[in-house]
């Protein structure tokens, strides 16, 4: 943020102030015409709150953003470090529970400023633990680039386990890369979630099961949407989740998760900091891939695999290369061998799923067909696993998520509080 002020003008948010328009501001997340009459010439967000009561939203701030907003703020800049341990490590999304904050900053905060945690529309309760939730994202209006952000609704999934939990969230609401054994598929293209919408989701998940949380917290990028055609905002997410001064997630326990988006993958390998890296392959062929994933046209397997072959990895990165057996489509032995073939010189693990029943024409494989092809990859020497896939009764489950029209959001302030499991 590069606001033009004075001393005294940041401390009494008063005077002539101006924005270097090349500079990076939060501004452009703000109206700048027509000029409001009452502005005192400037739309940074320290002054505009102040002058015309906007509210902004501070989720999905990195630690610097906030920094940089608490000094303009006309508070020491060491108060957005405090802010940032709040909302993402403390999870406090009251400004009114962030007691290490002076109480007259924090009723300055609650007036100028907001932490849009999604609202919950709905629980979804699974047999197995699991809880699938119906998420309302409440948009914006028309910002710098003149574009509102229409309101959406998405999915997020918490599965816990013994010794840890792992939590499913969604980058766009819908997708448009049209996999056509996914029904989020079905939807097209709602529109991409913001930065602070992808970490809300995280977040309302852990608060949610606070009291019952298990030592390690596991992030799949698997949800509604293609991560890597959501790039900044993702990533924005994914680094608050892997600071060891935000949510503290380890890299190893985060995974992102692509269709192919090839300029995507190359670009997340050039990241400092980066989840794992997991590619939805689902076919032995381009014939196969073609049908079943239109991507696959813009992306053939020898391009895509390639672009794995020179992913920049660390000396015990595997990338994982996710199959969705379809009964009589993709899961003979010819397939299994295939896939050994395409996969032959990478360091990659296999998960096969299962494909989950539901309302598309596809079928679940055999048991013996799943076995068999599970065998012929270890056999010869790949790593190969069989992920059953959970909350299937909840709808939960891979490829399952899509959206359905709900009673009315429960209050994010509300989200500690257990409802109950609708009746089977």
Known sequence: MTCAMSGKDIGTMSGAMTCDPQGTCWCAELPRAPMPAQSAGCLCPACLCQDLGVTLD?????????????????????????????????????????????APLRARLAA????????????????????????????????????????ARVETVFMPSENRQTICISTQAGCAVDCKFCLTAQ???????????????????????????????????????????????????????????????????VTLSTSGIVPGIERLSREKVRPKLAISLNASSDE??????????????????????????????????????????????????????????????VNLIPWNPGELPFRAPDASSIEEFRRILVDKGQLAFVRYSRGQDIAAACGQLALIETPAPISAASISAKAPAPPA
């Open 187 to 253: 939807l097209g293209l709602i529109r991409n979630l913001t930065a602070g919408e992808i970490v809300g989701q995280v977040l309302l998940a852990l608060e949610d099961h606070r009291d019952s949380l298990a030592p390690r917290t596991n992030v799949v990028l698997m949800g509604q949407g293609e991560p890597l055609l959501n790039f900044d905002p993702v990533m924005a997410a994914v680094r608050i989740m892997l600071d060891p001064n935000g949510m503290a997630l380890a890299p190893r326990h």
């Open 112 to 151: 100028a400023a907001r932490i849009a945690i999604p609202e919950i529309s709905r629980r979804y309760h699974s047999a197995d633990g699991s809880v699938r939730y119906l998420l309302s994202l409440a948009g914006s209006p028309a910002g710098g680039s003149g574009a509102a952000i229409p309101t």
């Open 288 to 349: 196969q891939r073609d049908a079943i994933m239109p991507i696959n046209r813009k992306y053939p397997l020898k391009v895509l695999l390639e672009a794995c072959r020179e992913y920049e990895r660390g000396n015990r990165e595997f990338i994982t290369f996710e199959y969705v057996l379809l009964g009589g489509l993709n899961d003979t032995p010819e397939d299994a061998r295939r896939v050994v073939r395409l996969l032959s010189g990478l360091r990659a693990k």
């Open 58 to 102: 501070l989720l999905g701030k990195s630690a610097a953003e906030l920094r940089a907003w608490m000094a303009a703020f006309g508070e020491p800049a060491y108060r957005g470090a405090q802010l940032y341990h709040a909302i993402y490590a403390a999870r406090r999304f009251d400004f009114t529970a962030m007691t290490d904050l002076p």
